[in-house]
């Protein structure tokens, strides 16, 4: 990026970025690769994470009648969703595109015996299929293929090169080029079906076999019925490139079409759509959970049919595939091998949000509950297109969130498309046109010649077995209850507070005071985690709320024995897919889930139906006690204790990992059909191991073994109480869980008055359970996910800090960047729990410890935003006193290392530094800097303006947030009191957005996501809506608001292009930027978004301040800006896209410090949001969503307001001794602008003095 203007004698001056490539090429990020896989895993860029976005259509013939207009339409069908795909970074090379039509059998008869004198066989007798191969291999690879093909008694007749054109195509996509050959098998005998199969075995066999790393092999489609045409292609060059689609003879009765636009600049030939026998357009979200789960069906799959054969078709899912890919693998496995008609596969694995519809039939609700015992759905935001030569259809997710239209005509031809105005008719030829609605199916049937409607369609599968007879196996905790013959626990009744179960006893054996409970200390619990989490959770069913953002140390650097779980942070929706509304939504979310053993997926009967149906996954004592005892049906219970000897020392954790596994196994071997994790016997002699440990090891040990199928997984944890804690147990495999201590811990507050008599145990876990079935559900829809079924071992998260052996063995496939600490950290930490509990000396023994986790506290937890840091800040910024800078800078500088990624890194300075007359001014710097995006609504008008008017004395730029701004701001504005906002954000067009208020812009900014609740909308309660922010945002007074809301109108990531679009066409002169959040992936995303044509990207971090959220999203998700700015600039560089966008750090900022580093990492620019606002005279109370802020700041009251004292002035004395540090540090590392540091980590080295617990990090 260059900086170009000039300076004027006011110090005023126009600046135009250029953003640059830092001279960085693909190959020198990435180093070699095979050219046709793109390049593997580099820095924080992974191939994983890529993401993709679609136009998908169809045409067919319902009568069957085969024609080459078929093809032709389907042509400009593919052309006219040309918008829907993208080009890379040359602008020649499509991300993908290509067409699924039936075998042209005239065709290739003809071709094969002009060429080649060989007489096809009839129309399905035969199979054929394109295949990719590299020019080194091709020869071995077509023999070891024909040695497949014997061995599955079926013959070749012969191999055809496919005639190609890449004159039209791009440099990128000619670098990969595959060689193509065409092969033509057939069987030695007339059972069709019986040929199928083998034909079927034959291709995945040659898939897992021959397919070696350097050796290109990737079959396009094996198949008796279709064919696939497809590669690295724009959908307007698909039908040049491939010359047999120009010629007559190639006639079909329905051809299906995809164009392709991935986030990334490296779309392989082999991820072009359409696959087998689907194209798709959306997102799994649910991907890595659904593959694991598949993979543990592996152990409990049989089939009479195929028999010994069965084994070769393992893995079900391939290795390295898309999520599409994946969803492919499974569909095409269900039809072949698992006796189901396609639509009832995909009717399986994409049912409806049938648990909350009154309106359904019974036999179709009785389907989909038994289809739920087999097989959890494939959760996302999805349009899926599929056939097998036969059925042609479209199935929409049950959120609807993607766009499918359809048209019949006269003439009995059926065009599906995702945009409308794709085909030209004569309306008076449309027999028949609609939508696809939410969850429902679209259905073509060639050979008996039918369209069938969804509601007929789905009625016939569901009454075709006697789903309702065999869900009378389905077991309930009733059930269980009703059977249950010894004494049952009853509600009012708690032995484990008395005797040995407890370990606080006083007086005799009882436990005088909820903070004697020693057990409390030993699980971490402290003074915040009663009344912050649990008490509003036990009295008034909801989570907690909280403001201002999570400024305490990442769980990788406290010093405190954090949880495991804190390792964790919650990954969500942003561009390429939308989270969703729980609760304006709720008719499609579900936490109802079956639990305990699945029967063979592959023979559909009774058996599936034997499992325990759950509402949620919480349960009670009494639940837990009928469980551990149950024999109903020949059920059995396993208990394994998951505490180990403390004499065994720190080792002693790993060791018990290994025995809780073995003894798992043995039992799932034993047919125990539940297996409890209990840390019951924790106490004075045993050490707890971690909940989330013991299960994440047991739960992937189960599934390497395939042996979790046989088993439900329950824990009877005191470790875990907070609504993270529950979603990471339940995203690592958790079936149910028992947080048993929070239930004896409210029983005491309620003995000790701390919470009313009137709230009895019954009502303790009601309440309870609310709020976490509120909480989880929020989770989950940050996602886009809507089922708990689908969410349970997803493993939707990244780990921050956790080195890769443990990750290895308890979170396999879970991200974790900077390594971190290991198994010899966590169980010393929990020894230092331990010991601090039991320790010999009576001191302090009433008391529950209070780092200070949420708000700072005296000795406790380092916070950035500390009660010195803040005094100093104001003093300086007050007097312009750049002593009081000095104190600032020192204590914010300690807090940063004791709380932040950047705070582990140091800067190798120059040894030849230059003077400080040299260094760019700070009033250019400042032209850098901009404030987040607090709107006015989340701050009062006085705060929101002063912010505006320093910023534009600056030269720098102000943001409106998403509430909007008053014209009288931005037009006819006194330049010394300017209170027009540069920089004017809309959330999806919602509040405030006018042509005036788009007009009056230099940049507008779309905002994704925000960095303290990613995934959520920004609520602003009613009581703060006045008339004065209702007219701005055009609401209504009193009326609440939340913008963007989690459904809005960004579905993907060409619905985002489009917006940008339609943004620059509202101001061509304006430069669009896109706020998202710091997550695994979010360079990815990025790209997508850079070939959206956004010219700015902002990544926020997650510890960024907010008016209102729940400590669960303020605490757990998202990730830090270190992370997201360097993963974004390092995949923009490797796409070659870096030149196209100016990127911003956001989140923390507090010193020239934490400047330097996050330029060194890749940003251009600089957000602040709590620091201006410090400056202005917050102090950080975190009373934001109360209204009742005492210095005016983030409140509407009026006499509230009348205290604000901040000035214009403040705001920019603070940004000008930041300016003035970042210049001291640039003359000490020898540059003299700003834009030589960009990207440049050279500069940049680990720090020595760290903590040991750091020292650890992959920095």
Partial sequence: MGLEGHCEEDGSEELTFQPGLLGTTMNDVAGPWDHWEGPPASGLYDPANEKEACGVGFIVSIDGLSSHKILRDAQTLASRMVHRGACGCDNDTGDGAGVITAIPHDLYQRILKDEQGIILPEVGHYATGIFYMDKVHNVESEKLFGELVAECDLKILCWRTVPTDNRCIGQVARVSEPIMRQVFVTGHQNDLQVMARQVFVLRKRATHTIKKHGIRFYICSLSMSTIVYK???????????????????????????HTRFSTNTFPSWERAHPLRILAHNGEINTLRGNVNWMKAKEGVMKSKVFGSDLQKLYPVVEPNLSDSGCFDCVLEFLVQAGGRSLPEAVMTMVPEAWQNDKLMTQEKKDFY?????????????????????????????????????????????????????????????????????????????????????????????????????????????????????????????????????????????????????????????????????????????????????????????????????????????????PPIDPFREAIVMSLICPIGPEANILEPSAEQCRRLLLPHPILSLQDLDILK???????????????????????????????????????????????????????????????????????????????????????????????????????????????????????????????????????????????????????????????????????????????????????????????????????????????????????????????????????????????????????????????????????????????????????????????????????????RFATGAMSFGSISIEAHSTLAVAMNRLGAKSNTGEGGENPDRYLNQDPEFNKRSSIKQVASGRFGVTIGYLANADDLQIKMAQGAKPGEGGELPGHKVTEDIAATRHSIPGVGLISPPPHHDIYSIEDLAELIYDLKCANPIARISVKLVSEVGVGVVASGVAKGKAEHIVISGHDGGTGASSWTGIKSAGLPWELGISETHQTLVLNNLRSRIVLQADGQLRTGFDIIIAACLGADEFGFSTAPLIAMGCTMMRKCHLNTCPVGIATQDPILRKKFEGKPEHVINFLFMLAEEVRVWMSKLGVRTLQELVGRTDFLKVKKNRTSKSKIFRI
């Avoid at 690295?232 to 009765?253: G, H, N, R, V």
Wanted: hydrophobic residues 35%; proline residues 4%.
């Fill in 231 to 257: 590669g690295q292609l724009t959908s307007e060059q698909l039908w040049t490139y491939f010359p047999d689609l120009t010629q007559p003879d190639f006639k079909t009765y329905l051809a299906l079409v």
């Fill in 629 to 927: 005892a149950t024999r109903f049906h020949g059920w059995r219970t396993k208990v394994i204790d998951t505490t180990f000897d403390k004499t065994e020392g720190p080792t002693g954790l790993q060791n018990g990992l290994i025995r809780i596994c073995n003894e798992a196994c043995q039992a799932a071997k034993n047919n125990y059909q539940i297996i409890v994790l209990s840390d019951r016997a924790a106490g004075e002699q045993r050490v707890p191991m971690s909940s989330l440990l013991s299960l994440g090891a047991t739960h992937h040990h189960l599934i390497e073994e395939r042996q979790r199928m046989k088993v439900g997984l329950i824990l009877e944890t005191g470790e875990a109480r907070e609504v993270h804690h529950i979603c990471v147990l339940l995203g690592y495999g958790a079936d149910a869980i028992c947080p048993y201590l929070v239930f004896e811990t409210a029983r005491q507050l309620r003995h000790e008055g701390v919470i009313p008599s009137t709230l009895t145990d019954t009502k303790i876990f009601e309440n309870y359970t609310a709020a976490m079935e509120r909480g989880i559900a929020k989770v989950m829809a940050k996602m886009g996910i809507s089922t708990l079924q689908s969410y349970k071992g997803a493993q939707i998260f990244e780990a921050v800090g956790l080195s890769s052996e443990m990750i290895d063995k308890c979170f396999y496939g879970t991200a974790s960047r900077v390594g971190g600490v290991t198994f010899e950290v966590i169980a010393q930490e929990a020894f230092e729990r331990h010991s601090l509990t039991y320790q010999e000396r009576e001191c302090d023994l009433w008391v529950l410890r209070n780092p200070g986790q949420y708000h700072w506290r005296a000795g406790g937890e380092q916070h950035v935003n500390d009660p010195m840091s803040i005094a100093n800040l104001q003093e300086a910024v007050k007097n312009n006193d750049k002593s009081a800078y000095e104190k600032y800078k020192d204590s914010a500088n300690e807090s940063v290392a004791a709380c932040t990624l950047r705070g582990q890194l140091e800067l190798v300075l120059s040894s030849k530094p230059i003077d400080l007359s040299d260094v760019e001014s700070a009033a250019k710097i400042v032209k």
């Fill in 369 to 577: 509950r038994w289809a739920a015992c087999a097989m959890e759905p494939w959760d996302g935001p999805a349009l899926l297109t599929f056939t097998d030569g036969r059925y042609i259809g479209a199935i929409l997710d049950r959120n609807g969130l993607r766009p499918s239209r359809f048209y019949v005509t006269k003439d009995n031809i059926m065009i599906m498309a995702s945009e409308v105005g794709v085909y030209d008719t004569d309306p008076a030829n449309i027999v028949q046109k609609g939508r696809l609605k939410p969850g429902r199916m679209l259905l073509v049937d060639t050979k008996e010649k039918l369209f069938i409607k969804d509601e007929e369609l789905k009625l016939h599968i569901a009454k075709s077995r006697p789903h309702g007879t065999w869900l009378k196996e389905q077991i309930t905790m009733d059930d269980l209850i009703a059977a249950h013959t010894g004494p049952i626990l009853q509600n009012d009744t708690l032995p484990s507070l008395n005797g040995t179960g407890c370990n606080g006893q006083l007086n005799g054996g009882h436990v005088s005071r909820c903070t004697a409970d020693k057990r409390l200390g030993m699980f971490n619990y402290t003074v915040e985690t009663i009344s912050l989490l649990l008490l509003p959770m036990v009295t008034t069913n909801k989570e907690a709320l909280g403001s201002m953002g999570n400024d305490s140390p990442l769980a990788c650097l406290s010093l405190y024995q954090p949880l495991p779980y804190d390792y964790f942070k919650q990954l969500f929706a942003q561009v390429t897919n």
